[in-house]
């Protein structure tokens, strides 16, 4: 580490001699690289966080490129009568769809969907029966006519024997029925509630076209005035599409309020840390006799904040300019990282700065000082930064963007912060030594601390040891958070929203799969594999129901012929002497939909009916659609569902993927928990190589090394007694524990071998308060997303805290206990 020192020396010498010019260039280009910066945007989409060329991901992108993506916005208007909710849809309808949106020169809405024409299909229902529901419902028809004649006889005695098999039946053929022939108004059972549809015109990432689109709206339904329609009459309007605004906001709000609280914190500390500490020093030196006044000293509080806060600002700037460049977007993940490099960067600032003091408090000048502390702690920094930067960088080798994506931003903040601590926070020294803002005194025994060995050495290893063995012993208990729905914001008014419209059209269909075949005839051999996987699937079957529209809607003459032979003998049958009078629901709808005798097509059918078989083009497409019988909100589930239909391999050897964002993000959980060990095992072998590269030691590498591993020893601990589970978002953060908390034992190990034997005590008096100043505003960095209202970033928030808390107390207690034990034995070799 000392070659790249010496290498830029020149560059600290620049500092010196030409403060202004150097700094002047850098702020520039920190306001070029922040004003790309301040372009970036924050995806919310978990299911992007997987690699592009991912099967499931390349299937989803095929779907959205024939289907397309669009998401609606929901109103739901309430009230007790049926007529008054309709007569005040079709004054909304019209009005809504005339929104006009200046920004966009366009209207807000480019169509409605409101009512469904069921009259044609009502009649001719079995001609998109599949061929399966065709023979079902013949064989239920020749049972009931058996039935009937049965019970023509004088002897007839009913054993009650297949009444369960024929109430089945009756069951599948009436939801067979309500999915080809729904109800004519988007309305609950009991009609009080109606739900329409609007397709807007704008992205919806698009975060100002939103914003607006509500205001507006919500000024539209104000000017109708819902209560001159009913005087009991609510109307909400959103769904998914709001929540999408809702979920953006709040992000955007908890990095804001995490900066604020965090940064705050942080410059609080900072600047209560060095004032306490420069006037004490200055108080106990020979020439602190009084020629500045303590208000001398508390006028200069901000003085270091600026002196490390420039810099480190300078830094984050570049990094969020380059990140601009290389991702061009931010994920929920690294939308908070500002504030986080802003608690890991200033680290490197306060032991620069704090040993600067040191040296100046020693008599040396500026020009001294600086070449000192470069050459002196600069190595110790160096190394620090180094091994986080590649700890971190190790990330950017996951398929998993969360961890790729993390570590780029994550290593190159921190890389950036310490060129600039090493090589632009030197030149505001010097400018602020010039104006004699920086107070200094001569003070010999702030540099002869007594020679004190580290106290209870030999019991403080032997107690740390036994609970890092406890913690082992349990640790099987550590669990894993699959049910992603409590690691997402809830949001009141969405609640309340899905409470009114989830009551309307409640089915059990929800969050389908689809394939995309390339053929007519794969798209049977699909149904029929996938048939083949749900029936040999009993243990924990994850598959509602199949459907394709080629099962359902006959695509050549033959198919044709034999779909009108088979509604031929239902209607052959339905005129059966013994059931043609009879007075029942179920064979009155069949006589109306068994009236089909010619061939249809497809511009007969209606679009509710055939929209999600139908390609942006208006082509019939070769669509597998497939529903879970599961809830995908549990990880588990979501990827027991993956397992089963992600990848389908027919007999021809073509494999296919299915596509849905539940199935990419089920994808994306699967590759976190698998790539997750083998991230952190390879953090650890990175540490470890730069450890041995620097102290040229085994034996000092494995000490160095202590600290991040009792420390995530004991976070498991603390895991383990609060009940805390780990997620696919604190997850990320395991590395970035493992590259932050080594800072500390290489810090100390660093200053106690420049210091030699019986010193630990003397450098815990120095060092010892900078790591700890420096893991602490580290901590509060972090310790801003506690109180983020997204408990995925919460959880990241309260993980690093404890990680880093817990690497900063091995850090000061069971190393230097360790060190001065092995030091008793002779056992330390410098």
């Known amino acids: 580490m000392k070659f790249f020192l010496q290498k830029l020396k020149p560059l600290l010498k620049l500092n010196i001699d030409h403060p202004y010019l150097l700094l002047f260039f850098s702020i520039l280009i920190a306001i070029t690289a922040g004003y790309f910066a301040s372009n970036l945007k924050v995806d919310t989409d ?107 006889n004088p002897f007839y005695f009913d054993l009650g024997d297949e009444e ?81 605004l809702e979920e953006l906001t709040s992000i955007m709000n908890d990095v804001i309020s995490s900066f604020a609280s965090g940064i705050g914190s942080v410059i609080l500390l900072v600047m209560l840390y060095f004032f306490i500490k420069k006037y004490l020093h200055y108080r106990k030196g020979n020439n602190g006799e009084g020629k500045y006044s303590v208000w001398s000293h508390v006028i200069r509080i901000p003085i270091p904040v600026l002196i490390i806060g420039i810099p480190l600002l300078i830094s984050l700037l570049w990094t969020f300019g380059l990140t601009y460049f290389y991702l061009g977007m ?53 190394v620090s930064a180094f091994t986080t930067a590649c700890a971190l960088y190790v990330l950017m080798f996951a398929d998993f963007r969360g961890f790729s994506e993390f570590g780029f931003i994550s290593g190159t903040g921190i890389m950036l912060a310490l060129f600039t601590m090493l090589y632009v926070l030197p030149s505001l020294l010097v400018i602020f030594e010039r104006f004699n803002l920086i107070l200094f005194s001569h003070d010999e025994e702030f540099h002869n601390i007594s020679q004190k060995r580290y106290p209870f050495a030999r019991s403080i290893v032997i107690v740390g040891l036994i609970i890092s063995g406890v913690v082992i012993a349990y640790s099987g208990n550590l669990s894993f958070q699959y049910d992603t729905g409590k690691l997402e914001p809830k949001f009141p008014e969405y609640e309340k929203f899905r409470a009114v419209a989830g009551q309307v059209n409640d089915s059990n269909k929800r969050n389908p799969a689809y394939i995309i075949a390339d053929s007519n005839d794969e798209v049977e051999m699909l149904v029929a594999k996938l048939n083949e996987i749900q029936e040999q699937d009993t243990v924990s079957p994850t598959i509602l129901s199949i459907e394709s529209l080629q099962e359902r809607f006959p695509s050549t003459e033959e198919e044709e012929d034999e779909k009108l032979e088979a509604i ?84 021809n050897g073509k494999t296919y993927h299915a596509a849905s964002t539940s199935i990419v993000a089920a994808s994306m959980l699967d590759l976190m928990r698998t790539e997750s060990p083998y991230m952190v095992g390879a953090t650890f072998i990175i540490i470890y190589i730069f450890m041995v590269f620097t102290f040229r030691s085994f034996r000092w590498s494995v000490i160095a090394m202590l600290p991040i591993a009792v420390g995530l020893l004991w976070m498991f601990g603390i895991m383990l007694i609060f009940g805390l589970q780990f997620n696919f978002y604190n997850l990320v953060v395991l590395p970035a524990i493992l590259g932050i908390g080594v800072d500390s034992g290489a810090h100390l190990a660093h200053r106690y071998r420049d210091e030699g034997k019986n010193s630990m005590w003397a450098v815990l008096s120095s060092t010892g308060q900078h790591i700890t100043m420096g893991s602490f505003t580290t901590m509060l960095g972090f310790a801003g997303l506690i109180f983020a209202a997204h408990p995925g970033l919460q959880s990241l928030g309260v993980m690093a805290v404890i990680g880093i808390g817990m690497t900063l107390l091995t850090s000061i207690t069971f190393l230097p206990a360790l060190i001065q034990w092995l030091e008793d034995r002779n056992w330390i070799r410098f």
């Open 330 to 382: 931010l994920n929920t993940m690294t939308s908070v990282l500002f504030v986080i490099l802003f608690g890991l960067g200033i680290d490197y600032g306060i032991h620069y700065y704090a040993r600067y003091i040191e040296l100046r408090s020693g008599g040396m000048n500026v020009e001294e000082a600086i070449y000192a502390t470069n050459e002196k702690t600069g190595e110790a920094i160096l």
């Open 568 to 651: 031929a003998r239902i209607r052959g049958l339905l005129k059966d002497p013994f059931i043609i009078d009879r007075d029942d629901e179920d064979l009155d709808k069949l006589r109306r939909a068994s009236r089909t005798t010619e061939p249809l097509t497809l511009d007969q059918i209606p679009d509710y009916l055939k929209s999600r078989f139908i390609t942006k083009d208006g082509e019939v497409g070769r669509f597998v659609i497939i529903y879970p019988s599961v809830g995908l909100s549990d990880g588990r589930k979501s990827i027991a569902f993956k397992d089963d239909v992600g990848e389908v391999r027919l007999e």
């Open 46 to 152: 978990i299911a992007n966080l997987l690699p592009e060329d991912h099967p499931n991901v390349l299937a989803l992108e095929q779907l959205k490129e024939n289907v397309g993506g669009e998401t609606e916005m929901q109103v739901a208007i309430k009230s007790p009568s049926f007529e008054a909710n309709k007569a005040f849809a079709e004054v909304l309808i019209p009005k809504t769809l005339e929104l006009y949106y200046q920004r966009y020169q366009d209207v807000y809405f480019k169509r409605a969907e409101y009512t469904k024409n069921t009259e044609f299909i009502q009649n001719n229902a079995l001609y998109l029966a599949s061929n399966k529901e065709l023979e079902d419902l013949t064989k239920w028809l020749q049972d009931e006519i058996q039935q009937a004649k049965e019970e023509a």
């Open 164 to 244: 369960e098999e024929e109430d089945n039946r009756a069951e599948n053929f009436q939801e067979s029925y309500n999915t080809l022939v729904p109800s004519e108004y988007p309305v609950n059972e009991d009609s009080t509630i109606m739900v329409l549809k609007f397709f807007p015109t704008g992205s919806k990432s698009d975060i100002k076209y939103l914003e607006d689109m509500f205001v507006t709206y919500d000024s539209l339904i104000t000017a109708l005035n819902p209560s001159s329609y009913h005087p009991e009459m609510e109307v909400q309007f959103g769904g998914r599409l709001k929540r999408h």
